[in-house]
């Protein structure tokens, strides 16, 4: 709903702090308000570069938002998560998206997890999603929900959607990995759309008062 909204219906303008093409779609699933334009990286010439210097996965995404925010004066909504695996307490934690190395290359990340876990049998391979989600305001506010999901981590990929550790998570209660939901029943139960359904609820609040 970005485009086409006609601009007197517009009560407030929303960038989403992300070049995740994965994250932007679960993102304009999730969140769905009337009133509210979600405006992504395509529709910039420019877009800052933001280093993620948290040391939690929450500051990170306070970081992300107040620096959209602060960079195009616009209302700004960033997350951060993380996959925490029991067996190697925590990590990789904060460090997910760069846990083999600053390029940020999912399959690698996936490659040193599993190998980490090679000998690890199954009843100790239990994991967490946690997410993050924070809307930095243009009038200077800060509001963060959060999302968790409970699994275990699978010894192989299985499924082709999704993104990041998807393909190795298996949510509890499933018997396939992350990777072969179809968006609608990934946000149904995962940390991400736990975490925007929360949020959802705080836009929904801020734009009615803005209507009324």
């Known amino acids: 709903m970005t485009r086409g909204v006609p601009a007197d219906r517009r009560l407030m303008d929303l960038v989403i702090a992300t070049r995740n093409v994965g994250k932007i779609r679960e993102i304009r699933e999730a969140v769905n308000l ?3 334009v979600l405006r ?3 529709e910039f010439s420019e877009w800052p570069r933001v280093d993620e210097v948290g ?7 306070a970081i992300k938002a107040e620096a959209l925010r ?3 004066s616009m209302n700004a909504l960033a997350d951060d998560s993380g996959l925490e695996v029991n067996f190697l307490e925590g990590r990789p934690g904060v460090f997910s998206s760069r846990y083999a190395g600053p390029e940020e290359d999912p399959d690698r990340n996936i490659d040193l997890l599993l190998r980490e876990l090679e000998a690890v ?3 100790w391979r239990s994991a967490r999603f946690v997410c993050f989600i924070a809307l930095a305001l243009a009038d200077g506010g800060l509001r963060i929900t959060k999302g968790e999901c409970l699994g275990t981590i699978l010894p192989e990929r299985r499924g082709n959607g999704g993104f990041g550790y998807d393909p190795i998570f298996r949510p509890a209660g499933f018997a396939g990995s992350m990777a072969e939901l179809s968006i609608r029943e990934k946000n149904s139960i995962s940390h991400r759309g736990r975490a925007l359904r929360e949020m959802d609820a705080v836009l929904e609040e801020l734009i009615s008062g803005q209507s009324g």
Do not use: H, I, R, S
């Open 55 to 61: 040391k939690t996965m929450q500051e990170n995404a």
């Open 40 to 42: 992504t990286f395509e």
């Open 121 to 123: 049998p199954e009843n």
């Open 70 to 72: 602060d960079y195009f």
């Open 34 to 36: 009337p009133g509210l």
